[in-house]
């Protein structure tokens, strides 16, 4: 069993664009900023959830460097929806 959320699973982060992704970055980092604040208070209850977060950023810095690497490739329509807002 993988740690972490269903939501933020390889099989969905390829299927997502760059600027998506980057949005859930940002999202799942300040949950674990809150997260750690939580826990130096006292105040967290889930302890378990400070480790899927962290799993989940890790996943979606992985899905982020393949991609820039060239070892797996951004979904067909995102790229062609980044390259007409260029223009």
Known sequence: MSVGTAEYSIKNLNEKTNAE???FLKKS???LFNLRFQ??????????RLKAVKHDIARM?????ERELGISQEPAEAKAESKAEEK
């Not at 826990?39 to 378990?48: C, H, P, V, Y």
């Not at 810095?61 to 460097?65: E, G, H, I, M, S």
């Open 61 to 65: 810095y992985t899905v982020l460097r």
């Open 39 to 48: 826990s130096a208070t006292g105040q967290l209850e889930n302890t378990s």
């Open 21 to 23: 992704i980057e949005d």
């Open 29 to 31: 980092k300040e949950e």
